[in-house]
Every structure is written in structure tokens, then in C-alpha cells.
């Protein structure tokens, strides 16, 4: 889920509201500290701004100051924001309401995105128009032939549906590349491409299919459910829209600087107590706004610089940024709104999900914190000065009413109110809630600006839902899905094992530069039914290939994120890329522990089918046990790849521990039991032979 208006807001209020705030003034020394460190806030800005463009393509978009045309665009974002909100409780049939959320969404695509990073932002070019008109006419078709279409032709495609189709088509192929960049769309026209050609003589014989005309391809793309207008689209209007719009409104009123103060007043004192901010404020946000890339941007413009200052370097406040924003994308209870697409994939409850990722988010988080905290300590890097920070009583004073929103998501959603209405009533019951004191009210004006901001943010996922329709379009034509899963499991030879590594693979260069969302529905259309062969659960096969497509922004070599860590803190971006791996290595383990053991999924399928939608608790003592063991193996991992617990340890018992902590994590008691007796042997022995930390060693 972009978040860009919501990351510029938050960045200013780094900079600039935190400043302005009297009751929590102690933050404003800081911040301008940190400001005085690395050039004045405008320069800061404008150096976070372009490195968010040289990583990010969507934050490339025009900025007309003035005019009719501005206000032409903002009146469509807010009618735009409004149509989902009203489609919200007066539905339309699915496959109207998706051709105007991608037809008049691409056609806003147009206007606000450039064609490359050297046309104008200052005007909209008159090819653009003609871009918008050719936007909108595919909408303009379907809405005006929608009956004929599904009673007399029963979805199969005249010449005239095809011309729309392939209009439409060349459209989001466009559209996508100017917000997302090139990846899908190349991704997607080579799946395009596939149907004309996969029945000719060259073609393996695995990939060969029945011959395809004009009428099956782009009738399958446009005029069903199963092409641009698939499940990804139709998630994308039903609930991602509406739980973007809810971030826009949360950071019209101050979320942003909340969970930023909130971060400072709880960690920033502690030992390397900046870095645990990054950690706590970016999962926070990330968890949101599920934009790896804006939320590495936004926050790490504030942390990055706080890092550096008391002692870490360059590389590894880069690294911990990339890590922890990452993260948000699998921390309950929104995950980027990446739960809500999985739920409407598999078929599973929302609150079975955000269960399910529960620990493990906690374990990925609670990694890179163990190796922030023992690197501070083997460094002896301090916290910030305590009378420099907010106090936890100020900081929910001025804003802490603005939590209950969350607050009263989550219990929406736990009483199964249906997805779109628990995003609509929070997003009023936010206007409300802000009302409370003066730091956080919502106006008129803000109220409107959030709704325009919540449609410019939707463009990219839209976008990409869109493009990746493309995908699913063909993959549900033809054999490619088939012939993909097939593949991994034949290489994968009957082993689980080996059939997971090539998964995890799989699913990371299918998600190697791409956003969350796209990401995971790819790899759950390619990879994740390569897993049910071996009685995986549903819910389990899913979140694997989950992760591993999420983790992709930080595995080297493409690992944006990373990248865009390494431009704000100015280390390495390889190196960077590599610490970041490290610090995540938690999650690169995680997945794989559950999938042996479902139990640290708070799941039980013992003797349900691999598609079940219900799952009963495992037995208390068994979640007790698997939390407790694999808690103390993050944390011992953490301290063998840091080299330190309360002393320096030698690359031997690093080894050793490292052995004990994974034995731990893995969900079993024999190997628990194992696992535990190694890691207190060491423990007990480092403390007693603990020396001083050896400060002039590089961090």
C-alpha cells in the first residue's frame, strides 16, 4: 500500500511540526540536532526526496501549484475517494465497480505521474489528456454494454470488445510503468505474450496449450473476473482503497509524530537506544502505510541521522531502517492490508491471519532488536539524554486519543464486521476521535485533503492489482500455473525441504522489486500451490511464500529498501543490502519453522484437508512452549550473530550458540529441550567471564 502524502507528512513532522509542538519541546532540541548534523531540514528534505525518486517510482509525480487543472485533479481525487465509500454499503455489480476504480484511477495515473522523470512536473502534457480520455473510455464501454455483455454475448468478445480490451490493456501497461516502474510491466507483457505463442513448434514441450485467438485473450482480460478486473482489483476497491484512506486520515492528524514521540519516550534512552526507535516507530508505520520504500524514506530521515550520532555506522543504521520497515508489512493487525488480500485469496477468516502472524512478527522484530541492542552493547553506544526526549505522559497527552482508532479497528474486525465497513466507520470515528484536542482536529480542509490524498496514495496499488491481473489473467487461460508448480515440486525431488528452498527462491525473484501486495498475490498464484502437494495448510503455504516475496526489498542483489537506507545514511548500498539480510535473519527462519510446525501459527490441522478455512487452537502448554523457546532463540541467535551477550564471545562458541538458538526456535520439545541447555551453558558462562565493552572497535 503506497502512503506517499502520508510519509511527506510524516517527514515534515520530523522536521518541522515536532519543532512547533510546546508540550513536547525536548523533541525539538533533538530534532534540531539532528538537523544541524546533516545540513539545514531543507536540504535534508530535498536530498530524502530525491533518493525516495531514484528507488521509488511512484514518488516521481508532477506538482502543479496552481490553476484549473490542480483543482480538477484534487475535485477527482475526492469524487474518486467518496464513489468508495459509497460503493461501500450501495454496491454495484463486481465487475462495474472494478472497471471505474481502474478506469478512472489510471485516467488520474495520467495526469499526476510524468511520463519519465524528464517530462515536465509542472504541466500536464497534451498526450497525457489523450492518455486520460483512452483511460476512461474502456470504463465508459464496459458501464454502457454491461447487460449485453453478461446476458445475450455471456462474456465472449466482439470486435468491438476487443479494441476496449486491448486499449485498456496498453493503458494499464502504461499507467503501471509510470508508477511502479518497469518490472511488472515487462513481467506482465511477457505473460502476455505467452497465449499467441504457446501453441507454435519451438515452444517446450511442458508449455505447449491449444491455440488462442484475439476473442480468448482479451475476453478472458475484460470481460470477466479473472483478468484486469480479478480478485487482486476487486480487493483493491472493496478494502485496500478504504484502509488507505484511513492512513491518509490518520496522518492529517499527526500519526505520524505520535508513533515517532511515542518511540522516543519509550527506547530512545535505553542503550543504542535510537536504532530501537527506528525498529518501533518504522514497524509501527510500516505495519500501515505497507510501503517498505516511503517508510525507510520518511522515518529513517529522522533515525538514520540519530543512529550515526550516537556511535553506530553508517551501513548498519541504514540496514536497521531497511529492516524494520520491511517488517510492518508482516505485523498485525492491518500488515500493509496485505492480511485483507490474503483473506479474500484463501478463502480464511481476517481474524484467523492476523493470528497467525502474530508471533511470528514478534520473533522478526524481536531479532533485529536483540542484534541492535547487543551490538550497542559490545560497542557500549548509549541512549539519547533523557531531558532531550518526550515523556511518555506528554506524548499521550498531546496525541495518544489518536491509538483508539486502531483500537477500535481491531475490535471491528474481531467481531467480524465485514472488511469495507470497518475501514468506513473508522475512518469517521478517526474524524471524530481527532476532534479532542486542538493538536490533532480535523477540519473541513483536512477532511478534504485526506480524501484527495487517499486516492493519490491508492494509485500504485491500483496499479499494480491491475497489472497483475494481467497475470492471473493468463495464468487462469492457459497452463503456465500448472506447468510452475509442477516444476518446483519435480525439482524438488519428494523432498519438503528442498521444495521450500526452491519456493523461498521462486518467491523471491517473483517479488525481487516489488511491492508488498503485487508480490504476495504473484507468489501465492505461482509458487504457494507447489506446497499442497505435501499436505501443507493453505494458511501456511500462503504465508511462506508471503514472506519470502516481502523480503525480497532487502535481499541482495535488488533490495531496494536497503538501497534507499544506504542513499539517506550515505553507506554502502551492498553492504547495506547485507546487514539488512542479517539483521532479518529471524524471518528467513521463521517461515520455515512453521511450516514443520503449524503450532507457532496458533493453528492445529491435525487430520483437516491442506484447504481448510477453520483450525482450532493447539493445546495451551504447546503454545506456551513454542512461544517461550523460540522468544529465547531470537535472542540467543541474536547475541551469536552480534558476537555478544554480556561479554565478547570467540567464533567458536558463536557457532555453538548459533547451533543452540536454532534448535530452540525449532518448534519441538526434544529439540527445545536440546536447544536450552546449550544456550543457558553459554549464557551462564559469558556473564561470568564478561569483560568491558571495547568501545574503539568499528559498529
Given at each position: ?8 507528512s ?28 546533516n ?6 528534505e530535498a ?13 516521481i ?15 477527482v481525487c475526492?469524487l ?19 472497471s471505474?476504480?481502474?478506469?478512472v484511477?489510471?485516467?488520474l ?50 470486435q468491438?470488445?476487443?479494441?476496449f ?5 496498453i ?14 510491466p ?21 508449455l505447449?496449450t491449444?491455440?488462442?485467438d ?24 472493496t478494502f485496500?482503497?478504504?484502509f ?11 500519526m ?8 522516543l519516550?519509550?527506547?530512545?534512552d ?10 518501533i ?10 510501503s517498505?520504500?516511503?517508510?525507510v ?35 498485525p493487525?492491518?500488515m ?15 481474524s484467523?491471519?492476523?493470528?497467525a ?5 514478534v ?20 541512549g539519547?539524554?533523557k531531558?532531550?526526549?518526550p ?5 499521550l497527552?498531546a496525541?495518544g ?7 477500535f ?13 470497518a ?12 476532534m ?8 473541513v ?17 491500483m ?8 497475470i492471473?489473467?493468463?495464468v487462469?487461460l ?18 519438503l525441504?528442498?521444495?521450500?528452498i ?13 511491492p ?5 498475490i504473484?507468489t501465492?498464484?505461482?509458487?504457494a ?6 499436505d501443507?495448510?493453505?494458511l ?15 535481499t ?9 537506507g544506504?542513499?539517506i ?26 511450516i ?14 491442506v484447504?481448510?478455512?477453520?483450525f ?15 522468544v ?19 567464533p567458536?562458541?558463536?557457532g ?9 526456535i ?8 536440546i ?22 572497535l568499528?559498529?
Amino acid at each position: 500500500m503506497n502512503s506517499q502524502v502520508m510519509d511527506q507528512s510524516s517527514t515534515s513532522a520530523q522536521t518541522s511540526d515536532i519543532r512547533s509542538d510546546n508540550k513536547l519541546g525536548s523533541t525539538a532540541h533533538l530534532s534540531e540536532q539532528s538537523d544541524s548534523a546533516n545540513g539545514s531540514a531543507t536540504d535534508t528534505e530535498a536530498h530524502n526526496k530525491a533518493i525516495l525518486e531514484k528507488y521509488d517510482r511512484e514518488s516521481i509525480t508532477r506538482n502543479i501549484t496552481q490553476g484549473p487543472v490542480k483543482y480538477f485533479i484534487a475535485i477527482v481525487c475526492i469524487l474518486y475517494s467518496i464513489f468508495h465509500l459509497y460503493i461501500t454499503f450501495n454496491p454495484m455489480p463486481a465487475l462495474l465497480q472494478r472497471s471505474v476504480h481502474v478506469g478512472v484511477g489510471f485516467a488520474l495515473i495520467f495526469l499526476i505521474f510524468p511520463a519519465s522523470k524528464t517530462s515536465s512536473r509542472k504541466k500536464v502534457a497534451w498526450y497525457d489528456w489523450i492518455w486520460f480520455l483512452l483511460s476512461l473510455s474502456g470504463m465508459a464501454y464496459l458501464i454502457y454494454e454491461y447487460q449485453d455483455i453478461v446476458t445475450s454475448r455471456g462474456g465472449m468478445a466482439n470486435q468491438t470488445d476487443i479494441i476496449f480490451s486491448i486499449i485498456t490493456v496498453i493503458c494499464v501497461l502504461e499507467g503501471s510503468r509510470r508508477i511502479t516502474g518497469w518490472i511488472l510491466p515487462i513481467l506482465a507483457s511477457i505473460f502476455l505474450a505467452y497465449p499467441f505463442v504457446s501453441h507454435l513448434d519451438f515452444m517446450p514441450e511442458r508449455l505447449l496449450t491449444r491455440p488462442y485467438d484475439m476473442g480468448d485473450i482479451f475476453g478472458q482480460l475484460f470481460l470477466k473476473t479473472e483478468g484486469l478486473y480479478s480478485v487482486a482489483i476487486g480487493a483493491s476497491v472493496t478494502f485496500i482503497f478504504l484502509f488507505i484512506l484511513f492512513g491518509a486520515f490518520l496522518a492529517r492528524s499527526g500519526m505520524g509524530q505520535l508513533f515517532n514521540d511515542l518511540a522516543l519516550a519509550l527506547a530512545g534512552d535505553k542503550k543504542g537506544g535510537p536504532a530501537k526507535v527506528a525498529v518501533i516507530s518504522s514497524g509501527f508505520m510500516g505495519s500501515i502505510n505497507g510501503s517498505a520504500l516511503s517508510n525507510v524514506v520518511s522515518t529513517g530521515a529522522f533515525t538514520i541521522p540519530l543512529m550515526k550520532k550516537v556511535g553506530y555506522k553508517k551501513d548498519f543504521a541504514g540496514a536497521v531502517e531497511a529492516s524494520a520497515s520491511v517488517g510492518g508489512q508482516i505485523l498485525p493487525p492491518i500488515m500493509g492490508a496485505s492480511a485483507f488480500i490474503m483473506a479474500e485469496t484463501t478463502g480464511l477468516p481476517y481474524s484467523t491471519i492476523a493470528l497467525a502472524a502474530l508471533l511470528p512478527a514478534v520473533l522478526y522484530y524481536l531479532g533485529v532488536i536483540a542484534q541492535v541492542h547487543f551490538r550497542a552493547g559490545r560497542r557500549d553506544l548509549k541512549g539519547i539524554a533523557k531531558e532531550n526526549l518526550p515523556a511518555v505522559k506528554e506524548v499521550l497527552k498531546a496525541r495518544g486519543h489518536m491509538l483508539l482508532p486502531i483500537v477500535f479497528l481491531i475490535y471491528l474486525l474481531i467481531k467480524n464486521v465485514p472488511v469495507g465497513y470497518a475501514a468506513a466507520y473508522t475512518i469517521g470515528f478517526t474524524v471524530a476521535i481527532s476532534m479532542i484536542r486542538k493538536e490533532t482536529r480535523m477540519g473541513v480542509a483536512d477532511i478534504l485533503g485526506a480524501l484527495e490524498d487517499g486516492a493519490r496514495q491508492s494509485l500504485a496499488v491500483m496499479a499494480a492489482c491491475a497489472v497483475v491481473g494481467v497475470i492471473i489473467g493468463v495464468v487462469s487461460l492457459t497452463s503456465f500455473g500448472t506447468v510452475m508448480t509442477s516444476s518446483i515440486v519435480t525439482l524438488g525431488a519428494g523432498s519438503l525441504f528442498l521444495t521450500l528452498i526452491l519456493t523461498m527462491l521462486a518467491s523471491m525473484v517473483l517479488g525481487m522489486g516489488l511491492p508488498s501486495i503485487p508480490a504476495y498475490i504473484i507468489t501465492a498464484t505461482m509458487a504457494a500451490p507447489a506446497l499442497a502437494g505435501f499436505d501443507i495448510p493453505i494458511l501456511s503455504a500462503h504465508m511462506f511464500v508471503f514472506y519470502f516475496g516481502i523480503f525480497a526489498n532487502i535481499t541482495p542483489p535488488v533490495c531496494l529498501a536497503a538501497f534507499a537506507g544506504a542513499g539517506i545514511s550515505g553507506g554502502d548500498p551492498m553492504k547495506t543490502g547485507f546487514l539488512s539480510l542479517k539483521l532479518a535473519l529471524a524471518g528467513f527462519i521463521v517461515p520455515f519453522m512453521f511450516i514443520y510446525s503449524p503450532t507457532m501459527l496458533m493453528i492445529d490441522p491435525t487430520g483437516l484437508a491442506v484447504t481448510a478455512k477453520d483450525f482450532p487452537l493447539p493445546p495451551i502448554l504447546d503454545i506456551v512452549t513454542v512461544v517461550l523457546t523460540s522468544v529465547t532463540g531470537v535472542i540467543a541467535l541474536g547475541a551469536a550473530l552480534e558476537g555478544y551477550f554480556r561479554g565478547a564471545m570467540n567464533p567458536l562458541i558463536r557457532g555453538v550458540l548459533a547451533v543452540g538458538a536454532l534448535l530452540l526456535i525449532y518448534p519441538e520439545l526434544t529439540t527445545g529441550l536440546i536447544g536450552g541447555i546449550i544456550v543457558l551453558i553459554i549464557a551462564v558462562w559469558n556473564i561470568k567471564t564478561a569483560e568491558k565493552p571495547t568501545p574503539t572497535l568499528t559498529v
